[in-house]
C-alpha cells in the first residue's frame, strides 16, 4: 500500500540520519574520555582504538533505541506540520492506523538491540575488563616509558627509568622516589627486575644506593646494597576472580539467578523492552498543533526518554538489592509504559487537534 510504503521509506531515511549524527556525538565524547584514561595510566596507549570499540558496542543497543525513537516522533512531527497528517485523518485513517507501519520499519532495529544486549554486550565488557586487568597487572616499572616520570597506582611512589631492555620485566637505571608519611626516601639502582612470590609483586633492585631521611625527626641514613627487594605494591589478580554481572553471559545470568544476577537481566531486557515500548509512545507523543509558532513536542519525547530509561536503572538497583522481584520489576515498569502507550493512542484518535467538532451558534434556536 502506498501508505506504508511511504511512511516506512520516510522513517527509515530519518533513522539513518539520526543514529548517524548520535554515532557521531557519542563516540567523540567517548574518544575524549578514553584518551583521557589513556594520559591517566589506566589503560593502555595502544589499546585506545580497540577500548573505544568494546565501549561503542556496549552503547550501541541504547543508541539505536534512541535514534529509532527520534526518528519516529521527528518524522511524523513534521507530517503533522505540513498537514499531511490532517489530510489521512480526513480520509478515515486513525492514528493507530500508523502502529503496523511503523513496527515493521523498527522490527529489524528491535532485533539487532535484542543481539546487541543479549549477547555482545557481555562479551564487549569482558574484553574491555580483560584489557584494563591485563594492563593493570603489568608492574609498575613496566608501565614507565624511557625517560617519564611515571607515578605508582597508590600515589606513594614515583619511577623513572633511562632506558628499558626487550623483557618486559626489566628495567635499566632504576630512580624510585617513595613517601610514606614523615619518612621519605630516594632509591638509585643500575637495573631492576619483577618477582611474584605468594601472589605478590616484588621489586628486585641490584648495585645502588638508598637515601632515607625521616622528616620527624630529622635524621638520615645512607646505604649501599648489592640486592634490595622492595614491594611493588600491588598484588597480583587471580585470573578466577568473580566477573562483574554485565561481563557475564545471559544463559549463564539465567543458570545462577542470584540478586545481582537478577537485576541485570532486568537491565538486559528492560532494554529491550524500552526500546518497543518507546517505539509506540513515540506514535503519540509526536502529535503538535501546525497553528503554534512553537514546538515542544520534540522536547517533551526526549525528556519522556530520559526518564524511562533512567528508570530501567532503578530498576536494575532495586532488584539488585532485593526491594523488588525480577518480574514485578518488568511487569511494573513496562507494562505501565505498554499501557500508557496505549491510551495515549487511543486518546489522540478520540481528541485530535484536528478533529474539530461542529459548535453551535449562539440563539441559533431563536433565530429558527
Excluded: C
Excluded at 593493570?136 to 624511557?146: F, H, I, K, M, N
Excluded at 576472580?241 to 537485576?263: D, Y
Amino acid at each position: 500500500m502506498l501508505f506504508d510504503t511511504t511512511l516506512r521509506r520516510d522513517l527509515s531515511r530519518m533513522f539513518g540520519g539520526t543514529l548517524i549524527v548520535i554515532l557521531t556525538i557519542v563516540l567523540t565524547m567517548m574518544l575524549i574520555r578514553t584518551l583521557g584514561q589513556a594520559a591517566g595510566g589506566a589503560v593502555s596507549p595502544q589499546d585506545v582504538v580497540l577500548l573505544l570499540g568494546y565501549t561503542a558496542l556496549g552503547h550501541l543497543p541504547t543508541m539505536l533505541a534512541l535514534s529509532l525513537f527520534i526518528a519516529v516522533v521527528t518524522g511524523l512531527g513534521r507530517m503533522y506540520r505540513d498537514s499531511e497528517m490532517a489530510i489521512w485523518f480526513a480520509s478515515g485513517v486513525s492514528l493507530s492506523r500508523f502502529v503496523r507501519p511503523v513496527l515493521r520499519m523498527g522490527w529489524p532495529v528491535l532485533l539487532v538491540v535484542a543481539l546487541l544486549v543479549l549477547f555482545v554486550w557481555p562479551w564487549g565488557n569482558q574484553q574491555s575488563s580483560d584489557l584494563r586487568e591485563r594492563y593493570q597487572q603489568r608492574s609498575d616499572l613496566s608501565r614507565v616509558a624511557p625517560g617519564v616520570f611515571q607515578t605508582s597506582r597508590d600515589g606513594k611512589r614515583v619511577f623513572f627509568i633511562d632506558r628499558d631492555t626487550p623483557e618486559a620485566q626489566q628495567a635499566r637505571n632504576v630512580f624510585i622516589l617513595s613517601n610514606d608519611g614523615p619518612r621519605e626516601s630516594v632509591t638509585s639502582a643500575r637495573g631492576g627486575r619483577i618477582e611474584l612470590l605468594d601472589d605478590e609483586r616484588w621489586l628486585v633492585l641490584e648495585r645502588g644506593q638508598r637515601n632515607e631521611a625521616d622528616s620527624a625527626d630529622g635524621d638520615k641514613m645512607l646505604s649501599q646494597f648489592d640486592s634490595y627487594r622492595v614491594l611493588a605494591g600491588e598484588r597480583a589478580l587471580n585470573k578466577a576472580q568473580e566477573r562483574p554481572p554485565r561481563a557475564i553471559p545471559t544463559f549463564e545470568l539465567l543458570q545462577s539467578p542470584n540478586l545481582r544476577h537478577q537485576g541485570e537481566l532486568v537491565w538486559r531486557m528492560g532494554l529491550l523492552l524500552g526500546a518497543a515500548n518507546l517505539l509506540l509512545l513515540a506514535i503519540g507523543l509526536a502529535a503538535t498543533n501546525p497553528r503554534r509558532a512553537s514546538n515542544w513536542n520534540l522536547l517533551f519525547a526526549l525528556l519522556g526518554f530520559i526518564v524511562y530509561y533512567n528508570l530501567i536503572n532503578l530498576s536494575q538497583a532495586w532488584v539488585s538489592s532485593g526491594r523488588f522481584g525480577m518480574g514485578a520489576a518488568l511487569a511494573g515498569l513496562h507494562g505501565s509504559a505498554f499501557a500508557l502507550a496505549l491510551v495515549l493512542l487511543w486518546w489522540r484518535d478520540h481528541a485530535s487537534v484536528f478533529r474539530l467538532r461542529p459548535r453551535r451558534a449562539a440563539g441559533a434556536g431563536d433565530a429558527a
